[in-house]
T-cell receptor
């Protein structure tokens, strides 16, 4: 099976940089995705890493290291609207498995 | 184009009643997922449909839960004899390759 671990909560200051880590166990997968979910809303896609390395999309970047079974989401120039839950997800050979989510609180 | 839609958006039912939740995926998406999310919790996988293959039902919590997908498009999640612990938001997502597109969810409340 597949399992993913994330910190449950992270707090960061507006304008700062924050990194949300995701470690996983799997027998094989296509890639690692990240999703954002605001309270009361549905998850929305942020980023996808099929290969090792860094993928940059505006203020958000995502990193994957298959050899370390590890990935992270990096948020730069934090804004108050970035306060949300962030989920990593493994795109496996059969289905997608989500992590437990990290609740990010951005404070002034 | 239209995204994933779900209906109803809210459903309040009495314990013991059956409910049906509907998901209309994005046209052409071959994969369809159902998840359950309790307040403040992560996404709990329920069931996965991929094309014409047999669905992956490994996440269904009990035999009271079932789902079908007709014509490779619309899906219905049925919960029989609802219990209070079934109260949650039920999310549907569809995908073509790896990126999942989520619907707005159905908030189910069992009294």
């Amino acid at each position: 099976g597949q399992s993913l671990e994330q910190p449950s909560e992270v707090t960061a200051v507006e304008g700062a940089i924050v990194q949300i880590n995701c470690t996983y166990q799997t027998s094989g997968f296509y890639g690692l995705s990240w999703y954002q979910q605001h309270d009361g809303g549905a998850p929305t896609f942020l980023s996808y890493n099929a290969l090792d390395g860094l993928e940059e999309t505006g203020r958000f970047s995502s990193f994957l290291s298959r050899s370390d079974s590890y990935g992270y989401l990096l948020l730069q120039e934090l804004q108050m609207k970035d306060s949300a839950s962030y989920f990593c997800a493994l795109a496996g050979y059969q289905k997608v498995t989500f992590g437990t989510g990290t609740k990010l609180q951005v404070i002034p | 184009g239209a995204g994933v839609s779900q209906s109803p958006s809210n459903k309040v039912t009495e314990k013991g009643k059956d409910v049906e939740l509907r998901c209309d995926p994005i046209s052409g998406h071959t994969a369809l997922y159902w998840y359950r999310q309790s307040l403040g919790q992560g996404l709990e996988f329920l069931i996965y449909f991929q094309g014409n293959s047999a669905p992956d039902k490994s996440g269904l919590p009990s035999d009271r839960f079932s789902a079908e997908r007709t014509g490779g498009s619309v899906s219905t999640l049925t919960i029989q004899r609802t219990q209070q612990e079934d109260s949650a938001v039920y999310l549907c997502a569809s995908s073509l390759v790896d990126t999942q597109y989520f619907g707005p969810g159905t908030r189910l409340t069992v009294l």
